[in-house]
């Protein structure tokens, strides 16, 4: 029912920052938790963070105080945006949807986009 579009990928340097947006379509954007997940080469697909249909957010302890999750409803997008990037940063990031108010769990969300390259450079 719902598809989901990264994009805002890029090459940045450490320090800098990145805004990746995803576009929703298909579904009841407005009801859907949104959440952000990365995987980074050899590594396992971890939480980055989500925002709940009222705003709510929630992030992991890795990326907390430095990435920020935002919503716009009359444009079914989701934004992440990205400051003091770090090397280990440096990830294929992807936005998932789901109807559980914010699950950490990948296997809580039933629709992904594609995916978007972020590389940080030293």
């Known amino acids: 029912q719902v598809q989901l579009v990264e994009s805002g990928g890029g090459l940045v340097q450490a320090g800098g920052s990145l805004r990746l947006s995803c576009a929703a379509s298909?579904?009841?954007?407005?009801?859907?938790?949104m959440g952000w997940f990365r995987q980074a080469p050899g590594k396992e697909r971890e939480f980055v963070g989500a925002i709940s249909s009222g705003r709510i957010t929630n992030y992991a302890d890795s990326v907390k105080g430095r990435f920020t999750i935002s919503r716009d409803n009359t444009k079914n997008m989701v934004y992440l945006q990205m400051n003091s990037l770090k090397s280990e940063d440096t990830a294929v990031y992807h936005c998932?949807?789901?109807?559980?108010?914010?699950?950490?769990?990948?296997?809580?969300?039933?629709?992904w986009g594609q995916g978007t390259q972020v590389t940080v450079s030293s």
């Open positions: 298909g579904g009841t954007f407005s009801s859907y938790t």
């Open positions: 998932a949807a789901s109807t559980t108010r914010l699950p950490r769990s990948s296997w809580n969300y039933g629709y």
